[in-house]
């Protein structure tokens, strides 16, 4: 199957994690009648983005996956026929955490885990007080649509984690992000930041010659510091953007991908051919220098 419908979920949170599950469950239905097949939620969509405290009580939103929510996204991608990918807070065994996505076949299978791998702590941004670096690897999922790759919001920053993803037989890549301005910074740097972020992963559709789908939450966290910029996007295999979403408002919304536009961009544009395997191998070193 080389086309494909996406659905991507940009929602904002509340406090509670039901009401948050409850409209996840809404809007993937939503998608569905509108034709979607994989259905991307966002970033730790089951609650308020939390880690911008560092507070232990917020450990108890963890749950183990597969559990409650996978188990209730189970049955709706079956009754859908509909992949779901939904990023949640996992607690692994008491004192260990990940920030994991699980991936859900349209039959309702479990199909598996991706463990975030890059984690970052930043302000407002203290994942490094939760979540343990992903051990999992880079990882695919063969779903009834199409070979899928997971990456994670911090990891969108880098190329390497993208490039091994492709490089697995990822057909197309999905971030499930959770990013924001804080409110009393300068439109300038806001305006610099966004497109960063959405640049660099464009600019992981080219070089991979794959689709990005990239969904992101939106709204004002934080009692009113931090307004996460939504800006939803899908890139065609040549970074063309496909779809942009709002910065201020919730959206559902539908793509058609042609998957077979990778064969075509990488024979044209071959930049997997023509790369110096051989000559890599200093990556894998901290930085370059005497010692």
């Known amino acids: 199957m080389s086309k494909v419908k996406v659905g991507l979920v940009q929602m904002s949170c509340v406090q ?28 730790l969509f089951t609650s308020l983005y939390f880690c911008d405290v560092e507070d232990y009580e917020n450990f108890k939103l963890a749950e183990a996956i597969p559990g409650p929510s996978t188990d209730a996204l189970s049955p709706l991608a079956k009754e859908l026929n509909v992949v779901i990918i939904a990023s949640l807070f996992e607690k692994r065994a008491e004192g260990l955490y990940h920030n994991t996505t699980a991936v859900i076949d349209a039959d309702g299978t479990y199909l598996g885990k991706y463990r975030k791998m890059h984690i970052p702590d930043d302000p407002a941004f203290y994942e490094k007080f939760y979540f343990t670096p992903g051990d999992l690897g880079y990882k695919v999922f063969q779903t009834k649509y199409a070979k899928i ?8 920053w880098y190329p390497e984690a993208s490039r091994i993803t492709a490089l697995m037989g990822a057909e197309i890549m999905f971030y499930p992000t959770a990013i924001g301005w804080a409110t009393d910074q300068e439109e300038e740097t806001n305006k610099e930041q966004y497109d960063a972020w959405q640049i660099i992963q464009r600019s992981h559709a080219v070089a991979n010659g794959v689709h990005v789908v990239s969904v992101n939450r939106v709204g004002f966290e934080q009692d009113g510091a931090m307004k996460f910029w939504g800006g939803s996007f899908v890139a065609n295999p040549q970074g063309k953007l496909m779809y942009l979403g709002s910065h201020d408002n919730e959206e559902t919304t539908v793509v058609e991908l042609d998957t077979q536009k990778t064969d075509h961009y990488r024979t044209h544009w071959p930049f997997l051919r023509d790369r110096r395997i051989d000559s890599y191998q200093p990556i894998t070193k901290r930085y370059i220098d005497e010692e």
């Not at 790759?149 to 969108?156: A, N």
């Open 16 to 43: 509670d994690k039901q009401p948050n599950i409850d409209k996840a469950i809404r809007e993937i239905r939503k998608a569905a009648a509108d034709g979607a097949q994989i259905v991307c939620l966002q970033e």
């Open 149 to 156: 790759g997971i990456l994670i919001c911090w990891d969108q």
